[in-house]
């Protein structure tokens, strides 16, 4: 079979839903599918200027020139030879500015064509400046660009299906291609995507999109939900549509517990992910707050990532006197992440709203405890008692509380750790997860 993935978020750009989507591209190559991938290739418009200017600057002192010599006129003082010389300085300005960016910035440079691991990977031109985050106004120009290059990838990859991931921005590209090549598509549903009351960053824009969305749901030949609690959310939108539930998976040989965590020192609360307003890190910080002023075992808090609110949360931890207890990461390079894990004793989230959060499953591989809240795909993940805990959203004293029982029990952390790996062990490989869409593709195709 030969499937055609379509997502704005690949590694190393984007979080947990990037990481899918190569996780079961990967597998569906492994079961001996054919997979091509188009996604976004972050550039800047320095150099585009750049050439402009120079290419400007140069015409006009050509025609200084050309006017001279042919009708022995001299022009210069019209503000021709000011202007040509600014438009030079301005493109060597902005050429020199445009590889200094590309330089600089961690996510510039990525190849228009690779391959890796067995899938094909074709990046588009886009305007995004953060690896972590990507505004509306991004969203649009991947919108654009890779609606632009599918119309004819298609033709030359000639696929069977097409597997968007995310309906939003990405869905509108599914759309487009049943009409102009009558390609069947399925929507996966990763979480902000779904329209809610609970993803404040798009409530704007959610209130004027909800009729498009819904019609394009239904124009889709298959919707998948990462969790149950995200398709609950979702049929509060289109309640008569049937939505699928498969879950994220880990790679379970990459995420393993060390042999043996330390028994010294301050016990060791870690937090990954994303610094945005629904990942609510901020009552994560008020309860390391009252956690300090209990009579509990010295620990101290890792938060690892970044995004916008990460200002606010530094500033947050020095006003709080939190700075010896709570420590920054920056945005950890993949391959180090499992490491940032096998150091913790417990992972900590305070996140009000998700589809099935990437970092929990990583955390749980890793052998380690979970304290959450009941945030939507939670509850799927975490077994209270068993393998964590997990709080009302928004309750920093009950975050503390639950936490608090954990480090004052090393038994407690050892026995859930043991519990989170078995759980992800028995229910969440990348392998078992793509088969289940192999099975939702033959089923839109009829080959079942």
């Not at 690779?114 to 985050?133: A, K, L, N, S, T």
């Not at 990583?362 to 380690?368: D, F, H, I, S, V």
Request: aromatic share 10%; hydrophobic share 45%; with cysteine.
């Amino acid at each position: 079979m030969r499937i055609l993935i379509i997502n704005y978020e690949f590694p190393p750009l984007g979080a947990g839903g990037g990481q899918a989507s190569q996780k079961i591209a990967q597998s569906l190559v492994e079961l001996g599918h054919t997979v091509r991938v188009i996604t976004s290739r972050p550039t800047q418009l320095y150099g585009l200027m750049g050439c402009a200017s120079l290419v400007a600057g140069f015409g006009f002192w050509v025609y200084l020139t050309y006017a001279k010599l042919s009708w022995g006129e001299d022009i210069s003082n019209h503000g021709f030879t000011l202007l040509g010389t600014l438009l030079l300085l301005a493109g060597f300005i902005l050429r020199a500015t445009g590889m200094i960016w590309e330089l600089i910035m961690p996510i510039r440079g990525l190849k228009a064509v690779e391959f890796v691991e067995g899938v094909e990977i074709r990046r588009v031109p886009v305007m995004r400046h953060r690896q972590d985050y990507c505004s509306v106004p991004e969203m649009a120009t991947f919108l654009v660009s890779g609606a632009w290059q599918s119309l004819w990838q298609v033709r030359e990859f000639q696929p069977d299906i097409v597997h968007i991931f995310f309906g939003i921005p990405d869905g509108p590209i599914g759309w487009l291609l049943k009409r102009t090549h009558h390609l069947p598509y399925i929507i996966s549903l990763r979480g902000a995507d779904v329209p809610s009351d609970e993803v404040k960053r798009f409530a704007t824009e959610y209130r004027l999109l909800r009729p498009f969305v819904r019609r394009l749901w239904h124009d889709a030949d298959a919707l998948v939900a990462v969790s149950n609690g995200l398709r609950s959310h979702a049929e509060r939108l289109t309640p008569d549509l049937p939505i699928r539930v498969i879950p994220n998976a880990i790679d379970l040989s990459q995420f393993t517990p060390p042999r043996q965590r330390a028994a010294s020192g301050p016990v060791r609360l870690l937090y990954v992910g994303r610094f945005n307003k629904f990942k609510n890190v901020e009552t994560l910080i008020e309860a390391t707050e009252k956690l300090a002023a209990m009579d509990i075992a010295d620990f101290d808090l890792e938060l690892v990532g970044d995004g916008e609110q990460r200002p606010i949360l530094e500033r947050m931890v020095a006003d709080k006197g939190l700075t010896r207890r709570v420590h920054f990461s920056d945005w950890v390079p993949r391959e180090c992440i499992p490491d940032y894990y096998r150091r913790a004793d417990v992972f900590v989230t305070a996140t009000t709203w998700e589809g099935m959060p990437h970092t929990v499953l990583e955390a749980m591989a890793c052998g380690l405890p979970i304290v959450g809240t009941q945030a939507s795909g939670l509850g799927e993940l975490v077994k209270d008692g068993m393998n964590g805990y997990l709080v009302p959203i928004k309750d920093a004293a009950a975050l503390a509380e639950a936490t608090a029982m954990l480090i004052d029990n090393g038994y407690e952390r050892r026995r859930m750790g043991r519990q989170s790996r078995k759980l992800v062990e028995r229910q969440f490989a990348w392998e078992q997860i793509a088969a289940e869409y192999v099975a939702v593709y033959r089923e839109v195709l009829g080959e079942e």
